[in-house]
């Protein structure tokens, strides 16, 4: 089956305009206003991607890409469609589909480890400032140095603790750390916590070779992260993202130009990734788009307007659909004199005047031809998906949890011994050290032993421990020390 299907996008009863397997990695666009059938489009490219054996990872942001688990009905319309295209045997089918959700609770949870995230992009889902940013990346130097483990966001808040309380004695070797800077990035970790960071950050991590995962009729599986909650965090949304394709791009192997993708990834509500980033990580996303071609991963973005997208990616995005675009105020007719430049212009159609004229399922496509040069930009009507439009009930996605290849291996967090722990332990070892001494201490009024004035790392790291105990606060961290000694114990 894998081997006789195409990536067949629509036609217009003359030609059909499909996608060449090859050029598939070479990223692409589908772009359009609300409403205008951008989420059908991803689901038929996604339903011809796994068919073609290519495993597919997207993000389902408002609820209704879960349908592509489930066979589609017959329609009458559906039908008028099929022959207007001229699709030859085509019959409605579920495609193999893994459900992933960042909370665990519709779909196996993903998580990362704070080390893995690293703090390029943590520093852009804190939304810090360069100073803040320069402290974080102090403190990801100190737990290299000091051999400490970073897995989850108590490692973190305690690493940063410890290193504000010992500021003075970090300040000759690593420079000045801000006690205002500290505190920013503790309350910006809150903050994180509360929209469900608290559950990303840990272990097991990821594999990511369970996202390249086939079918057993030999059909790519479907990697749908649930994102109709994700989406309200859009830094969390973004940045995860992100982080997930970077490490796609250091862990896969180079495999140069394969006959097809090793792995297509959709990039939905794309906007959300380049609004307020710094040079840094735009530089650093336009090296990832550039580069990870060549791991055999295509991207395509998914957005409203070509203009969400900056021209440095833009241009590496040799695939595109673009739908209706509305052209009300002047950064519309803006958005749809860029969307019509885009494309290599046929001479028997208004490209800008027809994008404002699309109707609902109609796109404008242009796809990379042979040697990989861009065909002249055809309007099409996109073919109708196999599988469901729609959501799934509650009791469809329990099933298919039930029955998926990675059922168990997430589902239940690890604690391992880490920064956290380490520290602790660290600090409870000074407290016995200073009662010790504090029992073996001189009679009062004889002059103590020099050389006892300054303190240990360990023993300011136990006081400020001691110190926080009678506030709200320190009375929630006290519990986070107990917590972490004995559960799972």
């Given at each position: ?78 039908d008028e469609r099929i022959a ?103 309350r910006s970790l809150l903050v ?298």
């Amino acid at each position: 089956m894998t081997q006789q299907a195409t990536l067949l996008i629509g036609g217009n009863g003359q030609r059909q305009l499909s996608l060449t397997p090859r050029f598939a990695n070479r990223h692409g666009l589908v772009a359009g206003a609300t409403g205008t059938g951008k989420t059908v489009t991803l689901q038929v490219l996604a339903e011809n991607f796994s068919r073609l054996g290519v495993p597919v990872f997207m993000a389902d942001v408002k609820g209704d890409l879960a349908g592509i688990s489930q066979p589609g009905t017959p329609h009458p319309k559906v039908d008028e469609r099929i022959a207007h295209i001229g699709v030859e045997g085509f019959a409605f089918a579920a495609s193999p589909v893994v459900f992933w959700d960042l909370r665990g609770e519709q779909g196996h949870p993903i998580r990362a480890t704070v080390s893995d995230m690293g703090p390029l992009l943590l520093a852009r889902l804190l939304d810090l400032n360069d100073t803040q940013e320069g402290v974080l990346n102090l403190a990801f130097q100190v737990a290299d140095d000091e051999g400490l483990l970073l897995l989850d966001m108590a490692d973190l808040r305690t690493l940063l603790g410890h290193i504000g309380d010992n500021a003075a004695t970090f300040k000759t070797r690593y420079g000045n750390v801000s006690a205002a800077s500290i505190g920013a990035i503790q309350r910006s970790l809150l903050v994180l916590e509360r929209e469900g960071g608290d559950q990303f950050f840990g272990e097991p991590m990821l594999d990511f070779w369970d996202l390249l995962r086939s079918a057993p009729d030999g059909r790519g599986m479907v990697n749908i992260l649930a994102a109709d909650k994700l989406i309200h965090s859009p830094r969390l949304y973004a940045t995860f993202l992100l982080w997930l394709l970077s490490e796609l791009f250091e862990n896969l192997p180079e495999v140069g130009d394969p006959d097809k993708p090793r792995l297509v990834f959709f990039f939905d509500e794309a906007h959300l990734l380049f609004n307020d980033a710094p040079k840094a990580l735009l530089a650093k996303i336009e090296q990832v788009v550039r580069l990870i071609r060549s791991k055999g991963v295509g991207v395509y973005f998914i957005t409203q307007s070509p203009l969400d997208v900056p021209e440095s990616v833009l241009g590496q995005l040799g695939n595109r659909v673009q739908h209706a675009l509305r052209a009300f105020t002047p950064r519309d007719q803006k958005a749809v004199r860029a969307a019509a430049t885009t494309f290599r212009q046929n001479p028997a159609l208004d490209t800008e005047t027809a994008i404002t004229q699309l109707g609902v399922g109609e796109a404008l496509v242009s796809v990379l031809e042979d040697k990989g040069h861009p065909g002249m930009v055809e309007r099409v009507l996109v073919c109708p998906p196999r599988s469901r439009i729609g959501p799934i009930s509650a009791e469809e996605r329990a099933l298919i949890l039930r029955q998926s290849p990675l059922a168990g291996r997430y589902d239940r967090p690890l604690d391992r011994d880490s920064a956290h722990e380490e520290l602790t332990r660290r600090a409870a070892q000074a407290l016995e050290q200073q009662a010790a001494r504090a029992e073996n201490a001189p009679a009062r009024g004889r002059a103590a032993p020099r050389g006892r004035g300054r303190q240990s790392m360990g023993e300011a790291f136990a006081k400020s421990v001691t110190r926080t105990v009678g506030s709200a606060i320190g009375r929630q961290i006290v519990r986070g020390i107990l917590g972490s000694l004995f559960k799972g114990r």
